[in-house]
Each structure stands twice: as structure tokens, then as C-alpha cells.
């Protein structure tokens, strides 16, 4: 610890903060797993962390947080920048699209970041944190940090772009990406698969805080699977009820999940009938969502 106070002491602290802002957190699992990477973080176990603060309260809470830290020896601070790391090049024929989905994916977002790195701080403060790429800067594994991107973002732009290629031009499309899109992985593919794969990493490993690849998910010694094990021995160690709740969610989410990947197909079919498609639109659209089924690999 690069502080005098212990782990125990800090986690009090910081669980206190998010005690007194509960609507800046979406449920115990996500809030349990943000307070284990800040610990992380103050122990250089973790190059960085950062939080989105469009929530107001969200704002609040880690302002709370610059404060509490006072002159411990952690760069923090706020920032408007790119966060997002495209690793890979988007399969598009046509330039001006894909040149446009690369700025969209440039849209500063409001964000909190914390960090024991003078260079990665630096990164932040100079709005290069997203050339930097999370295997760098938030310690992912590379593997989990490709496939997110892959699955997450890219496969619903490349099949946004094929099911529209033949009914609308170039211009028409360029025109919705520059007015319109904004990185989101729900925005195209059908929204229930993304929640279905974020479900089935979180089932597997609750105490990560991001997205484990398939790979991870499947290999009892991957990078995902001894990380989740250090979060958790962390947790267990500062909040063992906390701990002992966030496992034993994940474990029931099993039933709810065999529901879920059972229901695929129906979810396929309902989103192109929500968008209205038709023939061979219809078509490219479904085989897609089959295809980012499998990259997911949505089964227990
Ligand atoms: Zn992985």
C-alpha cells in the first residue's frame, strides 16, 4: 500500500462515500466490483481505473472521493476525452463510413480516473487514455479486451452496414453515423444478446468489473479466471458478507440464463421484426446476430 491505512481502513472509507450516494450505482455486484478496483489501484495492483459520471450522483460520489483521498500519493481527477480503444479495423468498404464510426468513437465522455501511474495520469490529463488501450491502462487481459471490442462494437457496425448496403447509399448511411450514432452496443444487434453475454461473463466471474472472453470463461488457470480469484480473496478479505452476496447472485443466475440462451432465436426474429426488415435484409441481419451468438459462445 502506497498509503499509511490499511485495505480494511480504505474499503471503510470508500464504502462509506458509496453508501451516501446509492443512486450513483446500478446494483451491489457493479458497486462491490468499483470499490475492489480502487483498492487495487491504491496498492499499484492496477494501473488505472476510470467511471463514467453522466449521473449526476455518480459526479458527486467521486468528488467525494478527490476529497477523501486528500494528499495520498494517487494521481485522480476529472476529465471530458475519448475513452474508447478500437482494436481492430472495422470491416467496411467504404472509407468516409468507417471514418466516420472512427470519430464517433472519439466523443469526449464525462469521466472520473484514478491512477498510481505518472505516465498513464498523464495519459488522462492529456486525453490520450484510449491510444493507450486497456491491457496498458486498466490492466485487462488482451484477449478479453479484443474479443469486447469485436463483439461489442464492430460486428454490429459491420452488420448495420451490410443489411442497409443494397436498400440505402453511402451518403444516406454516412449521414445517420455523423448525425446520429454514438458507441453503444445495444444500438443495432438485438440489445437481449449483449445482456445475455454480459450475464454469462458475470455468472462466471462476478468480481471482475469488465467482460471475460469465452477463452477466459472456459480455462480454469486464464488471466480472467486468476484475476477474479484476487477480486474476490480482496473482497473477502474487507467484506466477506458483501463477497458472500455477489457470489451467491451469480450462482442463481444460472436458471435465469439457461432461459435466456434457450430463447435466442425468438430474440433474433423479434429484433428484425423491430426494425422492420424484410427479404434478403432480413436475412443479413439474422445471420448476423447468429454469427455474434457464436463469437459470444452464449452457452453454460
Ligand atoms: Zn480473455
Redesign the pocket.
Known sequence: MRTSKSHEQWYELVAQKFDEHQSAHIDLQSAFCEKLQILKVLESEKPSFFAMTHNPEREKLYLDLVELFGDVDVFRGFATIPVYHPSRRLKLDDEALRAAFMAGFQTPQRIFWLTCNKTIASAYEDGRCHEVGEEHSLGY????SD?HYDCFFARAIEAFFETYKKSASNMQLLDYVTSEWQPNSGWFLPSEIYLTGLLLSEHKFPFLGYL??P??RKSVG???ARLNESYRDLGNLVDPDTTERVRSWANGLRADLTQRIQSVPKIIKEGSADLELTGLEKGVYERHSRYLVKALELHL
Open positions: 487481459p488482451k484477449c478479453c474479443w471475460a472472453c477463452t477466459c486464464s488471466p480472467s
